[in-house]
């Protein structure tokens, strides 16, 4: 009974995807061609401290093969683990991309580019896409979105109910990459009769239309225009009464329902680039109605506007600087209780100074302030909260005859405050982290050293918080081919919360990895790590707990069968 049970969880992991072959290059394929991988990953872990957290010994193991006919390749796999054990949900996917020369199909689970306000997610079903690579672009599609979730209601587990949702549609575009003009159109819609009756009562069927409209183009030189623009209309609930002809437009009525559940939204963004010299400016406005959506997508914030810009330069030799503020506020149906507005902004410079010294630069900021809505905010609660960072990252390198040195820098300041009047502080957060490391390479020797030292500092309402740590790392590789490869590495890491605790850990890590004719690959990684309470008033001795972690790999690739094409030459 357990192996029928072990044989039903691989079964349940296994799934088979067909790729893209091009039609029209099957006579110059190889007949058949089999080859695949099989492999284990196994982890011991011990804790002195208890093993709650994880568990003691982890394996796993997969197979992969891949037939290829005429080119079409069909891959297997399989994968079991110990620390999964229960029997879940099969899952088989099937996907087939046929091509011949500017035509590609879709058979089974596939996606198909389209704009981002129309679908992004991926269907099963069957679709046909032309691309000449020159002007002219066609899609269609057709298949499910959504497959329905329909579990028993008594079940304390049950998931969340949903209904299969359809979906078809296509799309047309001209033009180049740089000017060009594309259509999209969206059809999605639940089935009904996929949920059962009492499910039916509590979860309401939707359905949906978008059409998209994205271009681009060229008016002058220095001058770019682009535009994506998208409308959804939209039925909450497709069991609500259905407005009369009368009161409407009818046109769509062969695609779309219009019900008293229905709405008619928008979204979209347009930009301008400019290109001066060596200056290049964009600037972009987005607006994303209230309960804007598409049953294409997996999500899309809505009921916001944005507007923003963005700079950069190498006017400066050697010097690049770049620029961007943006501006975003919310409420724009007026129905909200507050608005919340927010701005975005940033600056950053680069150098490189000879041949080995690098500078890098930049300042982040995120403002966010709550006016009135439809209530009028409370002074005391009001949201006014400003988040920044700086950072600063020299490095520099060099080369002897012997040696080859490395050395980095990277130091990064955050904030994080609220800004309110009445405000005692007690979410803001300050941070200072520093990180400097050297690295060498000895060439006699084929060895690499790299030593780092780490500095963090936090500092919130009434508590500091304090990290240093400390790592050594030696590297090298073996043998002629340098098929072995053994990396060591200690550190040394102090935490300090300030009036509250200090701890110290000291730890070890090796890993090897060899690879045996190319395809044998062998992985050994183990490594311990002590810690413990080094207060004044510690209750136990320093450093007397410890983790023990071991890790063993194994994989090997192997070639089963090859009958491969005739030269036409030895013919």
Not at 49 to 74: C, D, E, K, Q
Not at 385 to 404: D, G, H
Not at 460 to 477: A, C, E
Request: net charge positive; charged share 15%; aromatic share 12%.
């Amino acid at each position: 009974m357990k192996k029928n049970y072990i044989l039903l969880c691989i079964l349940a992991a296994s799934c088979l995807t067909t790729r893209a072959q091009d039609i029209s290059q099957i006579a110059q394929s190889d007949p058949l061609i089999i080859t695949g991988a099989i492999g284990t990953n196994n982890t011991y872990n011990y804790s002195s401290a208890g093993m709650g957290y994880s568990s003691p010994l982890s394996n796993s193991f997969y197979a992969n093969l891949n037939i290829s006919v005429f080119g079409i390749s069909m891959p297997f796999s399989f994968y079991y683990t110990n620390d999964n054990m229960e029997f879940t949900h099969p899952h088989f996917s099937f996907n087939l991309n046929p091509r011949y020369k500017n035509w590609t199909g879709y058979i089974g689970q596939s996606s198909m580019e389209f704009s981002d306000y129309v679908m992004s997610m991926s269907f099963n079903g069957v679709g046909l896409e032309y691309n000449d690579n020159k002007r002219i672009r066609v899609g269609a599609f057709y298949g499910v979105l959504r497959k329905a979730v329909n579990d028993d209601p008594n079940d304390p587990m049950a998931r969340t109910p949903e209904y299969k949702r359809l979906g078809w549609g296509f799309k047309v575009g001209y033009g180049s990459n740089d000017t060009y003009l594309d259509l999209y159109f969206l059809r999605a819609y639940d089935r009904l009769k996929s949920l059962s009756d009492y499910w039916q009562s509590r979860v309401s069927p939707q359905e949906n239309i978008v059409v998209g409209l994205k271009g681009a183009a060229h008016p002058l030189k220095f001058l770019t225009l682009q535009a994506n623009l998208a409308v959804s209309a939209f039925s909450t609930d497709t069991r609500v009464e259905e407005v009369p002809t009368e009161v409407y437009d009818s046109k769509w009525g062969s695609v779309f329902d219009v019900r008293y559940s229905s709405l008619a939204r928008m979204a979209g963004d347009v930009s301008a680039g400019f290109t001066f010299n060596k200056v290049s400016a964009q600037l972009f406005y987005r607006l994303i109605q209230p309960d804007y959506t598409s049953l294409g997508l997996y999500y899309v914030s809505n009921n916001y506007h944005a507007l923003g810009l963005n700079v950069s330069t190498s006017l400066i030799p050697m010097v690049t600087l770049a620029a961007s503020f943006s501006g975003q506020a919310d409420n724009l149906s007026n129905r909200q209780l507050y608005t919340t507005k927010g701005y975005v902004y940033a600056a950053n410079a680069s150098t490189r100074i000879g041949k080995g010294l690098s500078l890098m630069a930049g300042y982040n900021g995120y403002t966010q302030a709550q006016s009135d809505g439809t209530a009028p905010v409370n002074d005391t609660t009001r949201v006014d909260r400003i988040t920044q960072s700086l950072t600063f990252t020299p490095s520099y390198s060099f080369e002897t005859n012997s040696l080859s040195h490395g050395i980095a820098l990277s130091t990064a300041w955050t904030q994080n405050k609220d800004r309110n009047k009445f405000a005692t502080g007690e979410s803001d957060v300050t941070s200072l982290a520093t990180n400097l490391s050297y690295s060498v390479n000895v060439k006699p020797w084929e060895t690499d050293f790299t030593v780092s030292l780490c500095h963090q500092e936090s500092k919130g309402y009434k508590t500091k918080y304090i990290s240093n740590i400390g790592s050594l790392t030696v590297g090298r590789s073996f043998l002629e081919d340098q098929a072995l490869n053994v990396s060591l590495t200690g550190n040394l890491i102090y935490n300090e919360v300030k009036d509250v605790s200090k701890s110290l850990s000291m730890g070890f890590d090796c890993s090897m990895s060899y690879t045996l004719k190319k395809v044998h690959s062998f992985t050994l990684m183990a490594g311990m790590n002590r810690y413990g309470d080094v207060n004044v008033n510690r209750r136990r001795s320093s450093l007397d707990n410890y983790d023990i972690t071991a890790t063993l790999n194994y994989a090997y690739t192997f070639s089963l069968l090859e009958i491969k094409r005739k030269n036409a030459a030895k013919k």
